[in-house]
């Protein structure tokens, strides 16, 4: 049963529709709409509701017309037809219904994108549930703003396909890269390529700088690359992630035998495992087999086939054993502490390094035992 206080009060009807004071009128509104909103009007009562609305939705008043649209702004018992008419209205008017009400469809939004209205674009950005087509829609618009709410929103999914045309259109944008990074689920293609456009963007600043030469700065960007991308990796990403992951380096061209060895050096060794099938274009099974084959030739020949240098042959070789030694003998050490010993028995290993290879591990050495 509804009480008085849930009915339309005559007063506030009169008072919205005829006084002359916009602000009465708007104060009137407020009243009304909290009213409207109760699911329990009778049919005729609604009938009149609505009727209401419609008047007060051509108020020549703004502030009347915005009091109709913050109150009603996530109702299900707006009318469609005031709903069209407000979306179309100033944007102070309009962006909170864009924003949230949820009776917009697909097609509304559509047309509201259509527009080209960057307040009403950028409205549309900030709903917290969007249709494949939609965003990217709201992708190809450009807007920066836009791009930042939908890499921001993390309840909202983004499919393969928007989050490769995200990478692609806001290559150049810091906040946006940390944002989609931050992001607590995302295809792992993407997530390669947004290392590498941080990765990129780090070398291209330091050279602009002219503090260093154009190729150390690619060195220490091809470096940060590498770091971050086997630091993301564990032991319990799925089959399926690791494969999309190498697939993805493989195709940009950045899968290689000195990712591989700073991948094994730091005990990533499923890692290893599908970067070594996919450079030697041998099954994963198949690659494990002759990984951990005790003979003399197995290892040899699957770094060959790799395109591994005999030096890095060797380097694969300790490494392994290394891996299985710390196993063995580790016990209860949990996965930092097991990074953190690998890496220095790697730096003590009879093999010289690389100067690049050193530093890379003594780079990371260094950030281990600081998160200790």
């Given at each position: 049963m509804l009480q008085d206080?849930?009915?339309i009060k005559t007063e506030d009807a009169r008072q919205a529709v005829q006084d002359s004071d916009p602000e009465k009128r708007s104060h009137a509104t407020?009243?009304?709409?909290?009213?409207?909103?109760?699911p329990n009007l009778s049919e005729g009562e609604r009938d009149y509701a609505n009727r209401l609305i419609e008047v007060i939705s051509e108020d020549v008043s703004e502030l009347v017309r915005r009091s109709l649209a913050i109150t009603l702004r996530n109702s299900p018992f707006l009318p469609k037809s005031v709903l069209s008419r407000l979306i179309k209205d100033i944007d102070s008017i309009a962006v909170p219904l864009i924003t949230h009400s949820p009776l917009l469809t697909e097609a509304d939004l559509a047309l509201v994108l259509k527009s080209g209205m960057v307040g009403k674009v950028r409205a549309v950005a900030a709903r917290k549930d969007l249709s494949n087509r939609i965003i990217l829609s709201l992708i190809q618009t450009g807007d920066t703003v836009s791009g930042r709410a939908l890499a921001a929103n993390d309840t909202l999914h983004l499919s393969d396909e928007a989050a490769q045309a995200m990478?692609?259109?806001?290559?150049?944008?810091?906040i946006i890269r940390q944002a989609m990074l931050n992001r607590a689920s995302m295809p792992m293609p993407v997530v390669e390529k947004l290392v590498a456009a941080s990765a990129e963007d780090i070398a291209n600043r330091l050279f602009r700088r002219n503090t260093i030469s154009k190729e150390n700065s690619n060195?220490?960007?091809?470096?940060?690359?590498?770091?971050?991308?086997?630091?993301?990796?564990n032991e319990h990403f799925s089959e399926k992630t690791l494969r999309e992951l190498v697939s993805a380096l493989k195709t940009s061209g950045r899968l290689s035998p000195e990712l591989t060895l700073r991948a094994m050096g730091l005990g990533k060794v499923s890692l290893v495992h599908y970067c070594l099938a996919a450079l030697a274009e041998l099954s994963v099974r198949k690659v494990?087999?002759?990984?951990?084959?005790?003979?003399?030739?197995a290892l040899r020949g699957l770094c060959a086939k790799a395109g591994f240098k005999e030096t890095q042959t060797q380097f694969m070789r300790e490494a392994l054993k290394l891996y299985s030694d710390i196993e063995i003998s580790g016990g209860k050490l949990t996965a930092h502490e097991f990074q953190v010993k690998m890496v220095e028995r790697v730096l003590t290993l009879p093999i010289e390094l690389s100067d690049e290879d050193s530093d890379y591990f003594i780079g990371i050495l260094d950030g281990l035992e600081t998160n200790r």
């Amino acid at each position: 049963m509804l009480q008085d206080t849930d009915r339309i009060k005559t007063e506030d009807a009169r008072q919205a529709v005829q006084d002359s004071d916009p602000e009465k009128r708007s104060h009137a509104t407020m009243r009304l709409s909290k009213v409207i909103q109760n699911p329990n009007l009778s049919e005729g009562e609604r009938d009149y509701a609505n009727r209401l609305i419609e008047v007060i939705s051509e108020d020549v008043s703004e502030l009347v017309r915005r009091s109709l649209a913050i109150t009603l702004r996530n109702s299900p018992f707006l009318p469609k037809s005031v709903l069209s008419r407000l979306i179309k209205d100033i944007d102070s008017i309009a962006v909170p219904l864009i924003t949230h009400s949820p009776l917009l469809t697909e097609a509304d939004l559509a047309l509201v994108l259509k527009s080209g209205m960057v307040g009403k674009v950028r409205a549309v950005a900030a709903r917290k549930d969007l249709s494949n087509r939609i965003i990217l829609s709201l992708i190809q618009t450009g807007d920066t703003v836009s791009g930042r709410a939908l890499a921001a929103n993390d309840t909202l999914h983004l499919s393969d396909e928007a989050a490769q045309a995200m990478i692609e259109t806001y290559r150049e944008d810091d906040i946006i890269r940390q944002a989609m990074l931050n992001r607590a689920s995302m295809p792992m293609p993407v997530v390669e390529k947004l290392v590498a456009a941080s990765a990129e963007d780090i070398a291209n600043r330091l050279f602009r700088r002219n503090t260093i030469s154009k190729e150390n700065s690619n060195r220490i960007g091809r470096e940060t690359h590498q770091r971050t991308l086997v630091r993301l990796t564990n032991e319990h990403f799925s089959e399926k992630t690791l494969r999309e992951l190498v697939s993805a380096l493989k195709t940009s061209g950045r899968l290689s035998p000195e990712l591989t060895l700073r991948a094994m050096g730091l005990g990533k060794v499923s890692l290893v495992h599908y970067c070594l099938a996919a450079l030697a274009e041998l099954s994963v099974r198949k690659v494990v087999l002759m990984l951990h084959d005790t003979g003399p030739f197995a290892l040899r020949g699957l770094c060959a086939k790799a395109g591994f240098k005999e030096t890095q042959t060797q380097f694969m070789r300790e490494a392994l054993k290394l891996y299985s030694d710390i196993e063995i003998s580790g016990g209860k050490l949990t996965a930092h502490e097991f990074q953190v010993k690998m890496v220095e028995r790697v730096l003590t290993l009879p093999i010289e390094l690389s100067d690049e290879d050193s530093d890379y591990f003594i780079g990371i050495l260094d950030g281990l035992e600081t998160n200790r």
